[in-house]
């Protein structure tokens, strides 16, 4: 049996720091290729990417599956407890940069299908779309990997991500969907002048306090059946002005608004620009805007294969997770496009952090439901 510690150790030890391939990518594809599987290097612009196929192309059945081998900078070296790239087991814990996010959720799937390839063949295809830029722009990542998978004909029916989903507890949540997220850039133009004679000026830092504020007190929504209530924060308001006696010409301010499925990116971007327009006519100050769309809300409705995996679970974890579209953006924003999709994967409460880390029991736990979902789809 392959063992998914060994190998998500061995894949922390890369230093996969997005854009760099680390040699992680080269290794899952001589364990894969020693397993049957058909592998190809999918790179785009220099960004690292890796597909593989076990099983016919074109086969009507097919499993896949999504996940990422690149990983965020460590930050302070001197603030961890160990060697960020050494994938040190203390205890019971494995602790690296990537170990939880997601080196062990790749780990632990590579696993299962090279196990289930050699101990029980199955009727259908196993597919792997892994990139090495989801931690970055995700330009040339995974929207490389469909690309090429729509010219070369390659199709999953179905598709697991193996992103990090459980709050606390393992088994408590997976993933069936995500919020949108749409970043505005407001840039305000008024007229400079001295604080004492501010009838000579026009303030472009009032006009967008104002726009902020409105902003921040609109209620867009109150949810639906899968979404809480879309949300909008003002992350950051700048003039550049060292003066306390001048006012500047300028002024910008930047928002971010995570959205459900009552909005799109182009519904958001109109009533930012309204808002904006109403604002600079009170004002008299020019207020422009940019935006742009990391990723529009989706949502897989509940069915067979969030069944699939939830009852895989349920029985490898005793609980029953919840359904939910909660947290951040994750490349099942794309792969959306292509089949359904949900996300399932290990605690994320060390991600990105210093000492990242993950216990080896919930490693072999991973790897114990991926193989349960994968039997069980091909029976």
């Known amino acids: 049996m392959t063992d998914p510690v060994l ?12 854009p760099e391939e680390g040699g992680a990518l080269v290794l899952l594809a001589r364990l894969l290729g020693a397993a049957g599987f058909t592998c190809t290097r999918v790179d785009r612009n220099g960004t690292p990417n890796l597909f593989a196929r076990w099983g016919a192309k074109g086969h009507a059945r097919s499993f896949g599956f999504n996940g990422h081998t690149d990983v965020v ?17 203390r205890d019971g814990i494995l602790w690296g940069r990537g170990a939880v ?51 070369e004909g390659e199709a999953m029916s ?16 997976m993933k069936i969907g995500r919020r949108g997220s749409i970043t505005g850039w407001f840039t305000a133009r008024g007229v400079q002048g001295h604080v004492a004679y501010p009838h000579r000026a026009k303030n472009p830092v009032a006009a967008i306090a104002m726009l902020a504020a409105r ?16 949300t909008l924060a003002v ?17 910008t301010a930047t928002v971010n608004i995570r959205f459900n499925d ?23 100050v020019e207020i422009e805007l940019r935006t742009r769309v990391s990723g529009e809300a989706f949502v897989t409705p509940p069915g067979p294969l969030s069944d699939l995996v939830a009852n895989a679970v ?25 089949c359904p999709v949900v996300e399932f994967g290990l605690v994320g409460q060390t991600m990105h952090a210093v000492d990242e880390r993950v216990s080896v029991e919930q490693i072999g736990q991973l790897k114990a439901i991926y193989d349960r979902i994968l039997r069980t789809y091909f029976t």
């Open 7 to 18: 190998l998500t150790a061995d894949l922390v030890r890369c230093p996969s720091v997005t």
């Open 73 to 89: 900078p460590v930050g302070d070296e001197a603030a961890w407890s160990v060697a960020p790239f050494a994938a040190e087991i």
């Open 101 to 151: 996010d997601m080196k062990s959720g790749v780990a632990a799937f590579a696993a299962a299908a090279v196990d289930l390839v050699r101990d029980a063949p199955p009727d259908g295809a196993i597919l792997l779309a892994i990139t090495g830029d989801e931690e970055g722009d995700a330009t040339d990542g995974t929207v490389a990997l469909l690309d090429w998978m729509a010219a």
């Open 158 to 173: 179905v598709c697991l991500v193996g992103e990090p989903t459980c709050p606390s507890e393992m088994g408590e949540m």
């Open 215 to 230: 902003l921040s007190e609109a209620k867009l929504d109150n949810g639906t059946a899968h979404f809480d209530p879309s």
């Open 235 to 251: 992350t950051t308001i700048d003039a550049g002005n060292p003066a306390t006696n001048v006012i500047p010409a300028s002024c």
């Open 262 to 284: 009552l909005h799109g990116g182009d519904s958001l971007t109109a009533w930012m620009a309204a808002q904006a327009q109403a604002v600079s006519e009170e004002t008299g």
């Open 314 to 338: 349920q029985v490898e974890c005793g609980r029953r997770p919840e359904l939910s579209t909660s947290g951040g953006t994750s490349d099942a924003r794309f792969m959306k496009h292509h």
